[in-house]
Antibody, heavy 122, light 113 residues
Framework: QVQLVESGGGVVQPGGSLRLSCAASGFIFNSYGMHWVRQAPGKGLDWVSFIRFDGTNYYYADSVKGRFTISRDNSRNTLYLQMNSLRAEDTAVYFC???????????????WGQGTLVTVSS | DIVMTQSPDSLAVSLGERATINCKSSQSVLYSSNNKNYLAWYQQKPGQPPKLLIDWASTRGSGVPDRFSGSGSGTDFTLTISSLQAEDVAVYYCQQYFGTPGWTFGQGTKVEI
C-alpha cells in the first residue's frame, strides 16, 4: 500500500533553516509528481510546492518563492523541502502528497503523509 | 490564482440527516475540451491528514461510502452527505486543480453532530 512518511520537522529560530524529507513506498515513485502542503495550527490547507515526476520542473507558492526549494531523489524514493529564511508565519504541519495521475499537473492529491510539525520561534 | 470559497464555515447535523456543503470558485474550473470539472473534495478528521473523497467534482475515491456525493459544474459545487454518521465528523475542503500551477483549497467546513 502507498505510504508517505515525513520527517525533519522541529523548532527553529526566525531566519533559520530546516530540511524536510518524505519517504515514499508502495508505488512507482519516479512516475508521479509530488506536492508539499502545509497547515498552520487551527487553520486550513495551503499548497506550498510541486515537483514533476522527473524533477525537471517545479512550482512554488508566492509566499515561499525564493526561500524554499523542492527536490527529489528517485533512487531513494524520497522527496525533500529545503526551507531557508524561515519566518513565524511558516509555522505549520507540512504534509507531502502524491499527485493522482502521472501525466499532468492538473490532478488531485490521492495520498498524504501524516505530516511533520515545523515551529518557527525565538 | 483561483479563489475557492466554501459555505457554511461550520454546520451541525443530526445523525442520519443530510449535510450539504457548498464551494464556489472565482472562475470556472470546467475544461471545455473534455467537459471535466477540475474540483476535488477532501475530508480531514482531527489529528489526521486529509483524505481524498471525490475528484472530477463527482467521482468518489476508492473505498469512499456512497453516502458521499459531489455535484455541480463551472463555478458552483456541492458535497452532500446523505445520512450523516458519527465517523463523518470532520473538516471538509474543496480544491481546484484547473489553474495549475497554483492548486488552491477552500477555507474548510467543519461538520459536527
Amino acid at each position: 500500500q502507498v505510504q508517505l512518511v515525513e520527517s525533519g520537522g522541529g523548532v527553529v529560530q526566525p531566519g533559520g533553516s530546516l530540511r524536510l524529507s518524505c519517504a515514499a513506498s508502495g508505488f512507482i515513485f519516479n512516475s508521479y509528481g509530488m506536492h508539499w502542503v502545509r497547515q498552520a495550527p487551527g487553520k486550513g490547507l495551503d499548497w506550498v510546492s510541486f515537483i514533476r515526476f522527473d524533477g525537471t520542473n517545479y512550482y512554488y507558492a508566492d509566499s515561499v518563492k525564493g526561500r524554499f526549494t523542492i527536490s527529489r531523489d528517485n533512487s531513494r524514493n524520497t522527496l525533500y523541502l529545503q526551507m531557508n529564511s524561515l519566518r513565524a508565519e511558516d509555522t505549520a504541519v507540512y504534509f507531502c502528497a502524491k499527485a493522482m495521475t502521472a501525466v499532468t499537473t492538473s490532478t488531485s492529491f490521492d495520498y498524504w503523509g501524516q505530516g511533520t510539525l515545523v515551529t518557527v520561534s525565538s | 490564482d483561483i479563489v475557492m470559497t466554501q459555505s457554511p464555515d461550520s454546520l451541525a447535523v443530526s445523525l442520519g440527516e443530510r449535510a450539504t456543503i457548498n464551494c464556489k470558485s472565482s472562475q470556472s474550473v470546467l475544461y471545455s475540451s473534455n467537459n471535466k470539472n477540475y474540483l476535488a473534495w477532501y475530508q480531514q478528521k482531527p489529528g489526521q491528514p486529509p483524505k481524498l473523497l471525490i475528484d472530477w467534482a463527482s467521482t468518489r475515491g476508492s473505498g469512499v461510502p456512497d453516502r458521499f456525493s459531489g455535484s455541480g459544474s463551472g463555478t458552483d459545487f456541492t458535497l452532500t452527505i446523505s445520512s450523516l454518521q458519527a465517523e463523518d465528523v470532520a473538516v471538509y475542503y474543496c480544491q481546484q486543480y484547473f489553474g495549475t500551477p497554483g492548486w488552491t483549497f477552500g477555507q474548510g467546513t467543519k461538520v459536527e453532530i
